[in-house]
């Protein structure tokens, strides 16, 4: 069976610091890989999605990146946070076919202080 | 720009009553799903809907597509507690996700 693993569950950082979250799909190959954002009490945000390795869309233009070093691994990242980065970030995988939902993990609350 | 419209934004209904949640969508595409969130925790799929017409249950939801209207709907039965969470849908373009803004669902003993 497939599994998405998302580390860390909670994050505190200052202003001006650094971020990079990660996620790892196993039980599955060339998976079709999501983050998104959740300020609170809001809708989820699509922040980058990407279908293969070396392949990563962005949605929104901000001070995030997105790295997929390895087929089932994805990054999120930032050299320097800002307070509107707070929020609950979500790391997802779908099949790609038109047919299967998305997968999520368990989440990274983040808060930038 | 694609937008992905729910409503109500939040529902308080009683224990045993119906209520249904709508989702409206402004792209072509015959992808709609549905998803389960509770406070703090992730997002869980509840149902795909593959066509115009498709129509799905499980326990006391039910969610149906209408491709034409561009609108899903996911109508609760006879609520009880367990069912208090936010609902999202979502639509499928491309290989993009879009989320709706979200129903917050509370029911009330």
């Known amino acids: 069976s497939q599994t998405i693993h998302q580390w860390p569950a909670t994050l505190v950082q200052p202003v001006g610091s650094p971020l990079s979250l990660e996620c790892t799909v196993e039980?599955?190959?060339?998976?079709?890989l999501y983050w998104y954002r959740q300020a609170a009490g809001r809708g989820l945000q699509l922040l980058f999605y990407?279908?293969?390795?070396?392949?990563i869309s962005s949605e929104v233009p901000q001070n995030l990146s997105a790295s997929r070093p390895q087929d089932r691994q994805f990054i999120l990242s930032s050299k320097k946070l800002l307070l509107s980065d707070s929020g609950f970030y979500l790391c997802?995988?779908?099949?790609?076919?038109?047919?299967?939902?998305?997968?999520f993990g368990n989440g990274t609350r983040l808060t930038v202080t | 720009e694609l937008k992905v419209e729910q409503n109500p934004l939040f529902l308080s209904m009683q224990e045993g009553k119906n209520y249904t949640i709508y989702c409206n969508y402004s792209?072509?595409?015959?992808?709609l799903y549905w998803y389960r969130q509770d406070p703090g925790k992730s997002l869980e799929s509840l149902f795909v809907l593959l066509s115009n017409g498709a129509v799905k249950q499980e326990g006391r939801l039910m969610a149906s597509l209408d491709t034409k209207a561009r609108l899903s709907t996911l109508h609760i039965t006879a609520a009880v507690h367990d069912l208090s969470a936010t609902y999202f849908c979502?639509?499928?373009?491309?290989?993009?996700?879009?989320f709706g803004t979200g129903t917050s669902l509370t029911v009330i003993p």
């Open positions: 997802a995988w779908g099949r790609g076919g038109r047919n299967s939902p998305l997968h």
């Open positions: 792209t072509t595409s015959d992808r």
């Open positions: 039980g599955t190959s060339n998976p079709n």
């Open positions: 990407s279908i293969g390795i070396d392949q």
């Open positions: 979502a639509v499928l373009t491309g290989n993009q996700f879009y």
